[in-house]
């Protein structure tokens, strides 16, 4: 008789930065910018989903295009802008509302802990 594995459950985001950057990153290696460094951790979402979720939320304007680019821009950097650093004051808060934005409709499909 053999031992049935157990069933990886998904791991879900604790934020909806950690959901942001986890896409841009794993849409790199997709694309192959950067190599995979081995943690393959199932995530409870494909990038597409992510994809899906953000182009919805603009296209009912929910975000716009000022905190798309400011998503994109320090989702690049790989941080989010710093609030205390005076050029980035401004991009800090439209962050934090794009981030609030994504983090309710995550939360609602279950990608995110509660």
């Not at 031992?3 to 896409?23: D, G, H, M, R, V």
Request: glycine share 4%; with cysteine; charged share 25%.
């Amino acid at each position: 008789m053999t031992e049935t594995q157990p069933i990886s459950t998904n791991e879900k985001f604790q934020s909806a930065e950690q959901l942001w950057f986890w896409f841009l990153y794993s849409k790199s290696v997709q694309n192959g910018y950067v190599r995979i460094h081995g943690n393959a951790t199932r995530r409870p979402c494909e990038l597409l989903d992510v994809e899906t979720l953000i182009t919805k939320l603009y296209l009912c304007g929910k975000l716009n295009d000022e905190q798309l680019s400011v998503m994109k821009k320090y989702g690049d950097r790989r941080r989010a802008p710093h609030q205390y650093i005076w050029a980035e004051n401004r991009d800090a808060a439209t962050w934090r509302s794009a981030m609030e934005t994504i983090e309710v409709a995550a939360r609602d499909l279950g990608w995110l802990e509660k």
